[in-house]
């Protein structure tokens, strides 16, 4: 029933997971896991991590009992496919180290496991984790050993709590409305680290385009200098040392040549970031500025309209986890084919490869958040906050992260909840103090640098009508919310974004299904709504920019620019018009 070690090279997911902070000594543990169910969540009490307790359970158990990380036991990936309510697992994994690997630090690396889990390492408790999204690192050393290891991890999972920030994952048994398959357990890379004694743990860059330099903060275990050098093509561009104060170091790289990071046009810098005991890591970075007018996001100094679709990031073969590499580089692509220039990614924290390759394609984002169910007695902040924060300390040096908005459609009223959103707001603003934030898109705006609304009307008349009362009125948003909320809704002259439009219906080809408004009879008639929708907002010099919904069907929600399984909906011709009205010039850029 257990499986020994795994060396395959047929390893799901091979790529490195961590593209700003690479090593070159490293082990995948994605592949076949043992695996079980525990349904009554009563494997803790069982004491699973324990001898033989695991194998036991798994020999009497019913269901599947090996999975392939690191897709989800929802996925048809995992190769189990079960969409029920699963309220906690267990996963067994051999490995081997040699005397190598074990001479210094071993770290055990998950891209991400939801919701909270417990990991064991020789049978030994090696820490846990709250949080479906985020990152987490296990230092494993003191239980690591030469020759053979087993971890065991046990996840539980709740979406019904109330409080657990689950995003779109139904809270129903059926996928519905905007809600869709569950992910519970391992959803991303598994991966060992080995690294010497005295290392680099963390690095952050900030560009500083008015002096041309990159701001460098390095983290390390022991150490006294750090060295950083730049790369541009190939060529040396900035080098510098300086000493270690209490493990950390902050370093002013400056660039002898300065090439700007912009929209499609993906400048990136290579960096060497070198601890004076030998450890070594490698890195790139962006050089671009954002800012805000009153009018607009300002990208290097200029406006830049946000043409940006809603990509949720499912797809129906892993659900939360793309299927390859290639398939995230895919989905950006599909995005610019279309004229866009950047996503909202919406309701859930995507994988870091996926801000590689739109850091690589010139590809704007705005990074968001699950949002919890219930803030209006404070429980949620503390399943929110921390995991947020953990999120913004991970994705802070990508260039393509251009916002952040830690909540959507915030609707509350009374008291609590709204304290709440203003420190969700602060916190994100303290540890970031170089993007614009959002408070909760399309909702309440409390405090926010960006005003954001969400609005679904299909007729583009009588969205223009709605508009167009803000050029007579500089103190007016339409925010299509009920006037209750609404008179805590103050406009404070920010820039104006509609981060949610559109979402027209069009599913010809199969029966059910829903979208927004009555599905178009043909092509043509939707091609006419997509366009009028549009151009009302492009051309309003008050409006900064859109975002469409949605990049792509998900199951029940058929409101995509193509398929779910990311196939043409339209006909070539319709795809070239849509590409002609997102890429006029808008009003702001004149």
Same mark, same amino acid.
């Given at each position: 029933m257990a499986h020994s070690d795994i060396h395959t090279d047929n390893v799901p997911r091979p790529e490195y997971p961590r593209p700003q902070f690479v090593r070159d000594s490293w082990m995948n543990l994605n592949g076949q896991w043992d695996f079980l169910f525990d349904f009554g969540n009563s494997g803790m009490d069982r004491k699973l991590w324990e001898g033989d307790?695991?194998?036991?359970?798994?020999?009497?158990?019913?269901? %599947?009992?090996?999975?392939?990380?690191? $897709?989800?036991? /929802?996925?048809?990936?995992?190769? +189990?496919?079960?969409?029920?309510? +699963?309220?906690?697992?267990?996963?067994? !994994? !051999?490995?081997?180290?040699? &005397?190598?690997?074990t001479a210094g630090?071993?770290?055990?690396? $998950?891209?991400?496991?939801?919701?909270?889990?417990? +990991?064991? #390492?020789?049978?030994?408790?090696?820490? /846990?984790?709250?949080?479906?999204?985020?990152?987490?690192?296990?230092? #494993?050393?003191?239980?690591? =050993?030469?020759?053979?290891?087993?971890?065991?991890?046990?996840?539980?999972? @709740? @979406?019904?709590? *109330?409080?657990? %920030?689950?995003?779109?994952?139904?809270?129903?048994?059926?996928?519905?409305?905007c809600d869709y398959t569950r992910t519970t357990g391992v959803w991303q890379t598994v991966w060992l680290e080995f690294t010497p004694k005295e290392a680099l743990t963390h690095i952050r860059v900030t560009p500083d385009v008015a002096t041309s330099a990159a701001i460098i903060d390095a983290e390390t275990v022991g150490g006294s200098s750090v060295e950083t050098v730049a790369f541009y093509k190939?060529?040396?561009?900035?080098?510098?040392?300086? %000493?270690?104060? *209490?493990?950390?170091?902050?370093?002013?790289?400056?660039?002898? &040549?300065?090439?700007?990071?912009?929209?499609?046009?993906?400048?990136?810098?290579?960096?060497?970031? =070198?601890?004076?005991?030998?450890?070594?890591? =490698?890195?790139? $970075?962006?050089? !671009?500025?954002?800012?805000?007018?009153?009018?607009?996001?300002?990208? @290097?100094?200029?406006?830049?309209?946000?043409?940006?679709?809603?990509?949720?990031? $499912? @797809?129906?073969?892993?659900?939360?986890?793309? %299927?390859?590499?290639?398939?995230?580089?895919?989905? +950006? /692509?599909?995005?610019?084919?279309?004229?866009?220039?950047?996503?909202?990614?919406?309701?859930?924290?995507?994988?870091?490869?996926?801000?590689?390759?739109?850091?690589?394609l010139g590809y704007l984002v705005w990074g968001e958040y699950a949002n919890t169910c219930t803030l209006a007695d404070g429980r949620g902040i503390g399943y929110f906050l921390p995991e947020w924060m953990e999120t913004l300390r991970r994705d802070y040096s990508h260039p393509s992260v251009i916002g952040w908005a830690p909540q959507n459609e915030s609707y509350w009223t009374g008291t609590v909840a709204p304290i709440c959103q203003k420190v969700f707001y602060e916190v994100t603003k303290e540890m970031d103090r170089t993007r614009p934030v959002i408070d909760a898109s399309g909702g309440v705006h409390f405090d926010t640098d960006m005003y954001d609304v969400h609005d679904y009307e299909q007729d583009p008349v009588k969205l223009k009508e709605r508009f167009d009362k803000m050029l007579d009125d500089p103190t007016f948003v339409p925010n299509p919310i009920h006037q209750e909320q609404l008179r805590q809704n103050v406009y404070k002259g920010q820039p104006v974004w509609v981060s949610e439009y559109g979402g027209t219906f069009w599913n010809p080809d199969e029966p059910g299904g829903w979208g927004y408004g009555n599905a178009p009879k043909t092509e043509e008639e939707f091609l006419e709504r997509y366009a009028g929708l549009t151009d009302v907002l492009m051309q309003n010099p008050r409006v900064c920019g859109f975002c469409y919904t949605q990049l792509t069907d998900i199951e029940q929600e058929q409101n995509g620019l193509y398929k779910y399984d990311r196939s043409r909906k339209f006909s070539d011709r319709i795809y070239d018009e849509i590409r002609k009205v997102n890429t006029q010039t808008a009003a702001i850029e004149k």
């Open positions: 307790a695991l194998t036991a359970a798994m020999q009497t158990s019913p269901m %599947p009992t090996a999975i392939t990380v690191p $897709f989800c036991p /929802e996925s048809r990936l995992s190769g +189990i496919g079960y969409t029920d309510w +699963i309220a906690a697992v267990w996963y067994r !994994r !051999r490995f081997t180290l040699d &005397e190598t690997q630090r071993v770290l055990l690396h $998950f891209g991400a496991v939801d919701y909270h889990c417990v +990991i064991w #390492i020789n049978g030994e408790k090696a820490g /846990e984790h709250t949080g479906g999204y985020a990152s987490f690192t296990l230092d #494993i050393t003191r239980l690591a =050993k030469t020759g053979g290891n087993t971890v065991v991890l046990y996840a539980e999972d @709740n @979406n019904r709590s *109330g409080v657990q %920030p689950c995003g779109k994952q139904a809270r129903l048994y059926y996928s519905n409305g190939g060529k040396e561009v900035g080098r510098a040392v300086v %000493p270690l104060t *209490g493990n950390k170091a902050h370093v002013e790289l400056k660039l002898s &040549e300065l090439h700007l990071w912009d929209v499609g046009q993906p400048e990136l810098y290579d960096l060497t970031v =070198k601890l004076d005991t030998g450890d070594t890591v =490698k890195s790139y $970075f962006g050089m !671009r500025s954002v800012a805000l007018s009153d009018k607009a996001l300002l990208l @290097n100094g200029r406006p830049v309209f946000m043409r940006t679709v809603l990509d949720q990031g $499912f @797809n129906p073969e892993g659900v939360y986890t793309a %299927p390859s590499d290639d398939f995230l580089r895919r989905d +950006i /692509e599909l995005s610019l084919a279309l004229g866009m220039n950047g996503a909202r990614l919406h309701q859930r924290v995507f994988e870091e490869r996926f801000l590689y390759w739109a850091d690589h």
